[in-house]
């Protein structure tokens, strides 16, 4: 039996050992400030709500008063403040795979058509990095909006 050597080198390689914590301080409109987070803008957290409900993630999008303000990707249901909330990613990662073809997922890349897990698919992080607005392709030839008032009749 071989083992899989190449996926738990990835693995290990994208597991950080130390994980930063923090408690929620409070809500303020669709953000979640987390006070004692020490994350970068981008870092995905994990908001503990209790033992009956899943965890909420939520992204790191800037830092207000000492507080890390987070944006969760699902509903903010069960968040109360002096919940723990921890780091689990430097960055949003999603399945980009071929086994990807003909599957339904989520905005986060979760299967949501009762097939099987993709827990072994490569992963790809989300975002991109930006382009300034005239750096796309050109067209072919000069364009003219609109149209002219001899065929507009």
Excluded at 63 to 83: E, L
Excluded at 97 to 123: F, Q, V, Y
Aim: proline fraction near 8%; include cysteine.
């Amino acid at each position: 039996m071989s083992l899989p050597w190449a996926e738990t080198i990835q693995k290990v390689r994208r597991t950080d050992p130390v994980r930063g914590n923090g408690t929620v301080s409070g809500i303020k409109g669709l953000s979640v400030e987390i006070l004692g987070l020490t994350a970068a803008v981008g870092t995905v957290c994990s908001i503990d709500v209790g033992r009956a409900a899943v965890p909420v993630l939520a992204e790191v999008v800037g830092f207000r008063d000492g507080c890390a303000v987070a944006m969760p990707y699902r509903t903010m249901s069960g968040i109360a403040p002096g919940q723990k909330a921890t780091i689990v990613a430097n960055a949003l990662t999603v399945p980009a795979d071929e086994r990807l073809l003909g599957r339904i997922l989520d905005g986060l890349g979760t299967p949501i058509d009762g097939k099987r897990p993709l827990s072994t698919c490569a992963s790809g992080r989300c975002g991109r990095t930006r382009r300034g607005p005239w750096t796309g392709c050109a067209l072919p030839s000069p364009w003219r909006p609109g149209c002219a008032p001899s065929t507009a009749w």
